[in-house]
DNA sequence: GTCTATATGGGGATAGAC
DNA sequence: GTCTATCCCCATATAGAC
């Protein structure tokens, strides 16, 4: 057999198992065993090609996102450059920012969407592991992403926008997270596949939501 | 010692323990030999007054969500009430179901915010329990809320009423699971333990986004 | 009701042959 | 690079004394 071919093999499939068992269980609950087992080796492999289970679980995160995170700063660049000296649309910032994630997410049969179940989960984990590879690779996009809200929205107070943008981040994560919630709860009605329509009502439902007046509504008299 | 004064103690310390850790480590990470050290007992005794882990693990969300979502249906209530014959105010309504949830977990110092950080994550965890006890306890509350939300805002189709109120839950959970976070990441900037600017700060940001026009924006061209 | 001691199984990681 | 066999630890759950 070609060894050459069959390392990125082995490597592979080890990151499909890891990624599809990581998804279903949690990565406490995907044991090294299980994931090497669907993927047709065992332990020592797993080991020789990614020393620890932790590096296993980086290296599945950091597979796909770069390449979604890099996407998502393409539109960003595009938007600011349609909007020449001005600041862009929001609409259009709304868009870079959840499309590629959820794009990613929904529409690849297995890969991405236990792609998205894992990142979506990312930053509320209680393991350390997942949550901060996946805001290392977020570092960038995020300074990006926050200078550009801020000149669409130049009347917002810096707390008032950096909780939308948390509200925002929230909306996404449990989209992306949460098809299988969806699909049991609201099955009948709505439809998890339809990946564009998806995309355009969140970013109807964010645009508005981070365009909303500051004070409109007054303090209640009694929470 | 008085026996039955005991019982409860070893009981309720045994649920304190169990909440913290959970918060703190995942369901899968918290182990019956931490928690029960952690309050100051042994395993036998867990497994004597809850039979299973799974069983403590129900019992940690049940404790506090049933209060919680009382207090829910009560502000949802008094909303439909104060409104007559007419539809509720959006505000009311939000600040109805994001209101108490938010509020518990932020306002008290330990429990709330573990116990929060659990229901936040809940609904999207791998491990199956938390999520079926969580959806459980939350029934009705679905339904009522649905329908208000319905009458709130007659003229959106439901599929986009369903998703609205996704993306909703979406911004409440990761807010509630995603405290540790935010303190993280804007801990310079944002003060958590403003529960009431919080809470109407999400008021504001949802009533917005929920009342979005339908179709303000076209599909874009291209994705 | 609460404890110590233990049964039984699964976990991650590794040694060493091929 | 890949395998089998194994080390060692920790998990849940239980038995049985008090």
Redesign the interface.
Known sequence: MPATAVVQDTKLSLLDAAEALI????L??ASMRAITSRAGTNLAAANYHFGTKEELARAVIARHFGPVNAERLRLLDEAEREAGVGAPRL?SLV?AFV?PVV?FGQELPDRGRHFA?IC??A?????PVL?ESL?GELAEA?RRFRAAFTRALPDLP???L???I??????????I??TQ??EE??GD???TRDV?G?????????????????S??P??EK?
């Open positions: 998804a279903e269980h949690g406490a609950g609409e868009r499309g794009r179940q979506g989960r930053m509320t984990q209680p393991e949550r805001l995020i810096i707390e008032e950096l909780w939308r948390h509200f925002m981040v929230g909306a996404m994560a449990h989209t997270a949460g919630l969806i709860v609201h009605v709505l439809d564009d998806i995309v355009e009502r969140m970013v109807r439902f964010l645009s508005a939501a981070l365009a909303a007046p500051i409109e509504t303090a209640p929470g």
